[in-house]
């Protein structure tokens, strides 16, 4: 089992900043990467970024260049530096980790809200 809780979400004008944080715990030694995903009301939830234990990163195009992924193993956390944010950044972004298990499994955290205003 892991378990994920995130934090830093809020609201933020466009062009600010925001970094959320996911800690994770329980059996973090078989994650095998972490992400961020976001959920916009009426759309589905998509990829923003993700990172694996050897810091290989992925972003969306939509947030290259402004989004940061990091994370720290000693830990168990993961970030996204967010900066330049726009409206449309505005959802519910959840932590999400992927554990090598024999099979892999994704375990997902609670949401945090980050709206932009324009």
């Known amino acids: 089992q892991v378990q994920l809780v995130e934090s830093g979400g809020g609201l933020v004008q466009a062009g600010g900043s925001l970094r959320l944080s996911c800690a994770a715990s329980?059996?973090?030694?078989?994650?095998?990467?972490m992400g961020w995903y976001r959920q916009a009301p009426g759309k589905q939830r998509e990829l923003v970024a993700d990172?694996?234990?050897?810091?290989?990163?992925d972003y969306a195009d939509s947030v290259k260049g402004r989004f940061t992924i990091s994370r720290d193993n000693a830990k168990n956390t993961v970030y996204l530096q967010m900066n330049n944010l726009k409206p449309d950044d505005t959802a519910v972004y959840y932590c999400?980790?992927?554990?090598?298990?024999?099979?892999?499994?994704?375990?997902w955290g609670q949401g945090t809200q980050v709206t932009v205003s324009s």
């Open positions: 329980g059996s973090t030694f078989s994650i095998n990467s």
């Open positions: 999400n980790a992927v554990v090598n298990i024999g099979v892999l499994y994704e375990y």
């Open positions: 990172i694996t234990r050897g810091d290989s990163t």
